[in-house]
Nanobody
């Protein structure tokens, strides 16, 4: 069974940084890792940023200039570098990917930013 797993979340003070990872398992071929999302209780999941096959990225306005998505193609891992974190960035962050036409989501990792 193909799975995605996020890691790297935790508690950080405002202004701090975290780097999240999205790794794959169970796949016989590369998973097309596509993007990062976040969700807080009572709110819908929102797009943080995504990466295209070309390697180009785009980001939600609320993270532009602070968050960066990168990939390790060989290891099939996607990263989210988060700098200058704000309390409003507190959320569960999850990644998604596509494998043979099927969209797969990870379970998410909690990021908590204290003021």
């Amino acid at each position: 069974q193909v799975q995605l797993a996020e890691s790297g979340g935790g508690l950080v003070q405002a202004g701090g940084s975290l780097k999240l990872s999205c790794s794959t398992s169970g796949a016989r071929a590369s998973v097309n890792l596509m993007g990062w999302y976040r969700q807080t209780p009572g709110k819908e999941r929102e797009l943080v940023g995504r990466v295209y096959g070309t390697g180009n990225t785009d980001y939600a306005d609320f993270v532009k200039g602070r968050f960066t998505i990168s990939r390790d193609i060989r290891k099939n891992i996607m990263y989210l570098q988060m700098n200058n974190l704000k309390p409003e960035d507190t959320a569960v962050y999850s990644c998604n990917g596509q494998y043979y036409g099927r969209i797969i989501w990870g379970q998410g990792t909690q990021v908590t930013v204290s003021s």
